[in-house]
């Protein structure tokens, strides 16, 4: 059975609503499997992007399973509390967007790998821009990144110090553990999860909402590591 792309729920009144089936939690997937309308929940995400968020003591990753992500904007708001605004262009007419409650100003930056390439985005300074009278109910704004405006930051690298140190990470711990990019691509599912797991768990890497993006953006990494490494000898 193929795993669905979609889950779309019909209403009395005849209208539908269709969200990314990516985004349907563990359990409901489990549900739906019991009904016959879809496989066992995947262990390893199988997501077209991943998006690693970095603080400077915590990384968490997610998988976005659309052909396109960019970076639309970034902003914290404060009110009583901070709240992190977080948008990409996903090739579709709506951004997808995320509210970050963990630490939001302190995000420094995000890095987004498929596939095809690795964009690295720095969050590092900020802009602020007042709205109302704050103590009266206002808010505040601190701009870290957007895409629209170039009054505010749009630093966006190919390459540059997170982009390394990212790999130089991933490189330290299978070396540390003696693991072959080929072999581990090649293991078994359990055996790469139970390797995954160490991987991530030594470059400090969590899920931010599933287990399952975890080890898809390690597999992924390793997936491009074997690949380059695979050119280097036919070179």
Not at 49 to 64: A, K, P, S
Request: hydrophobic share 35%.
């Amino acid at each position: 059975m193929s795993q669905p792309k979609r889950l779309t729920v019909e209403y009395d009144d005849g209208s539908t609503k269709t969200v990314d089936f990516s985004k349907v939690d563990k359990q409901t997937r489990e549900a739906l499997t019991k009904l016959g309308v879809c496989p066992p929940p995947a262990l390893v995400g199988n997501s077209k992007n991943y998006v690693l968020l970095q603080w400077d003591d915590w990384q968490e990753v997610m998988g976005l399973d659309t052909d396109t992500v960019d970076l639309l904007r970034y902003y914290v708001i404060r009110r009583i509390d901070d709240r992190g605004r977080l948008s990409f262009e996903v090739g579709g007419d709506n951004p997808e967007l995320f509210v970050l409650e963990r630490l939001p100003k302190e995000l420094r930056g995000i890095i987004v790998t498929n596939a095809a390439g690795i964009k690295a985005y720095d969050l590092s300074s900020e802009v602020k821009r007042w709205e109302g009278i704050f103590e009266a109910g206002g808010k505040i704004e601190y701009v870290k990144y957007d895409k629209t405006d170039s009054r505010y930051q749009q630093a966006l690298r190919e390459t540059g110090e997170s982009v390394t140190k990212l790999w130089d990470a991933l490189s330290r711990e299978l070396t540390e553990r003696s693991f072959d990019p080929a072999k581990l691509i090649a293991a078994e599912e359990k055996a790469r999860i139970d390797a995954y797991g160490q991987i991530a768990k030594g470059m400090g890497i969590r899920g931010k909402e599933k287990q399952e993006d975890v080890y898809g953006f390690i597999n992924l990494l390793i997936r491009k590591l074997a690949a380059s490494q695979t050119r280097a000898t036919k070179m």
